[in-house]
């Protein structure tokens, strides 16, 4: 999560529901997946939902701009196991090689 008094921003975030608060569509995206909106890593959460629009509403010829956004952010520890389970699987064939 960001620090007191800092903006969170993209890069801190494992995925982001968007809900249309006009028709009720729910959709998960995942960071990388906003990329086509312009978004990148150090993209603040605050700034998405003027980005975002529904796309069922757009295709119905509404706005689709009425968005709530909720934002699922990286915990440390997960991120601290899956950094050391990466690791863990580079040094496994750096032993093998090492010792043939």
Do not use: H, Y
């Amino acid at each position: 999560m960001a620090l007191p008094g800092k903006e969170a921003t993209i890069a801190e975030v494992v995925s982001i529901a968007v809900e249309c608060i006009d028709c009720g569509r729910n959709r998960w995206w995942k960071p990388a997946e906003l990329r086509r909106f312009g978004v990148t890593a150090q993209t603040p959460l605050a700034a998405l939902s003027g980005r975002l629009r529904c796309s069922a509403c757009r295709a119905d010829g509404l706005p689709g701009a009425a968005v709530s956004i909720q934002a699922a952010f990286i915990d440390e520890r997960q991120q601290r196991r899956a950094e050391a389970r990466m690791l863990g699987e580079r040094e496994v064939p750096l032993e093998r090689s090492r010792r043939a």
